[in-house]
């Protein structure tokens, strides 16, 4: 199981966006958006991904409300 963590915000924040993990092929970045396609539109900016491309960009919720989100299969 890969260990994924991103920067937490204080608990304070009166920011109430949430963070994601966005990747690319085998590049990962992560941020903070309103939505999971804000944070997917600006992935596409960062990698500098060519529209015939986009879908192969994925983007994971990883911590809202200041808490980490565990992503389960089941």
Known sequence: MIDIRIPVRPANSEDKRLGYICMY???????Y???L?????K??????????KEHMV?????EKD?????????
């Open 43 to 52: 992935a596409i900016a960062h990698f500098k991904v060519k529209p015939k």
């Open 37 to 41: 396609y804000d944070a997917k539109k």
């Open 25 to 31: 092929g085998d590049k990962r970045w992560e941020t």
């Open 58 to 62: 994925s983007v994971y919720l990883a």
């Open 33 to 35: 958006a309103d939505s």
């Open 66 to 74: 200041g808490e980490d989100v565990m992503q389960v299969a089941s």
